[in-house]
């Protein structure tokens, strides 16, 4: 259902200038031909004052959240952050014991300032910072109240594969049809087998290299989010 923004003047009066938008993708947690819901759009309940907000069409739920270690550092040592959810309603608890601890999704955050959120007069879908991109790693705490996410880098697994999911140098990371790192738009179709199917609904991107020729043609750049000239060290 879509949300309607507060006004303007709500988010001036009240609200922080930067805004972190997050999104999680369990697309490659989900068995092939799935129709079940793949992404999940949230905010900082803290940072909007408890309302969803909307950014480029699409509508970020307000949870309370606590996100920490994604600053950079100098150290030359690869953060490893972490995202702590509220767990309203148990749905978080829900996700994470249907779907492996959520190990192997993608979390990606962009930042914008609430003056570019959709509804505000100054509002523009292409001023935020980022994408930042990582992967669950591994849930670390899980209570009535809170659950708990370690995250890492896409590049930094060690040559390690993540359960439920192909060697991240052969998987896209980025959100499909998001506008940010994947921008096709196209009217051509394929599931996640990359078999040509008939509408939208069905439209579902398999993250793979072939995928993204698919979609943008074999002769094109290819905004590919995966590392296919890693050495697979699995041999």
């Known amino acids: ?138 849930k670390t705490n899980e209570t009535k109240l809170s659950v708990t996410f370690q995250l890492a880098v896409p590049f930094d697994l060690e040559g390690r594969s993540l359960p439920g999911r192909r060697l991240l140098r052969e998987q896209c990371q980025w959100i499909y049809r998001d506008n940010i790192g994947c921008h096709y738009s196209g009217a051509s179709y394929w599931d996640a087998s990359d078999n040509p199917v008939g509408t939208l609904a069905q439209d579902v991107c398999g993250k793979r290299l072939e995928s993204c020729r698919l979609r943008f043609g074999s002769g094109s750049r290819l905004p590919f989010g995966g590392f296919p000239g890693l050495v697979d060290s699995q041999g």
């Open 1 to 138: 259902m879509t949300q309607t923004p507060p006004n303007s003047q709500t988010f001036k009066t009240q609200l922080p200038e930067v805004v972190d938008l997050f999104t999680l993708d369990i697309a490659v947690l989900l068995p092939a031909g799935s129709t079940e819901q793949s992404i999940y759009r949230f905010c900082n309940w803290s940072q909007v004052n408890g309302s969803d907000v909307v950014y480029d069409g699409n509508t970020y739920v307000a949870l309370p959240l606590q996100a920490s270690g994604f600053e950079l550092n100098t150290s030359g040592q690869l953060e490893r952050p972490s995202i702590t959810f509220a767990n309203v309603g148990l749905a978080i608890t829900g996700l994470a014991n249907t779907y492996e601890d959520l190990v192997g999704a993608t979390v990606q955050r962009i930042r914008t300032l609430t003056t570019y959120l959709d509804g505000q007069p100054a509002a523009d879908p292409d001023a935020y910072w980022g994408p930042d991109q990582w992967v669950v790693e591994q």
